[in-house]
């Protein structure tokens, strides 16, 4: 019986002990490009998904028709592989708070698609606008393409 509540213990500590992954779905998006800002539409949801336990700013990102359009198509892989993609090993490079106590920082990262054999990664910069434990948005572009960049308002998923 003393093992059985040891095991019991130990269950729960583990439970206690690991954290949620928090996603957000995106609300609104926009594209700007040349300079100017416009509504942007894509087919399904945009999906981002933060653990608590990966290094800060990462983020797994889902959409497929987004993903495709962030890195243009260049990755020549399968559709499949276009579907999600993992923000990870991100480097901070700028943080504020802003009046309404909004925390904004921006890494710079790697954006890795990998599905199967299929694999291909882009250097991107990535701003999240957080509050309260919340992510209200995401900024993204490309870091060779200062241009081209995806903005997106955020809701937690429920």
């Known amino acids: 019986m003393k093992k059985f509540y040891t095991l019991l213990l130990s269950i729960f500590m583990v439970s206690v002990g690991s954290a949620q992954i928090k996603t957000f779905v995106a609300d609104k998006a926009w594209v700007n490009e040349a300079e100017e800002?416009?509504?942007f539409q894509y087919a399904?949801?945009?999906?981002?998904?933060?653990?608590?336990?990966?290094?800060?700013?990462?983020?797994?990102?889902g959409n497929?028709?987004?993903l495709?359009?962030?890195?243009?198509?260049?990755?020549?892989?399968?559709?499949?592989s276009y579907?999600?993609?993992?923000?990870?090993?991100?480097?901070?490079?700028?943080?504020?708070?802003d009046k309404q106590g909004i925390?904004?920082?921006t890494?710079?990262?790697?954006?890795?698609?990998?599905?199967?054999?299929d694999y291909y990664s882009v250097i991107a910069v990535v701003t999240i606008l957080e509050k309260d434990d919340n992510v209200?948005?995401?900024q993204m572009r490309l870091k060779e393409n200062k241009r081209k960049e995806f903005a997106f308002s955020t809701k937690p998923n429920s």
Request: glycine share 10%; aromatic share 14%.
């Open 136 to 138: 209200l948005g995401v």
């Open 107 to 117: 890494y710079e990262g790697t954006l890795i698609f990998q599905a199967g054999t």
């Open 103 to 105: 925390l904004n920082s």
């Open 68 to 80: 495709y359009d962030f890195v243009e198509g260049r990755g020549k892989l399968a559709k499949a």
């Open 37 to 39: 800002w416009s509504d």
């Open 44 to 61: 399904g949801k945009i999906v981002f998904s933060f653990n608590p336990n990966d290094e800060a700013g990462s983020v797994r990102i």
């Open 64 to 66: 497929y028709d987004f």
């Open 83 to 97: 579907s999600s993609a993992a923000f990870s090993h991100p480097k901070k490079i700028a943080s504020n708070t």
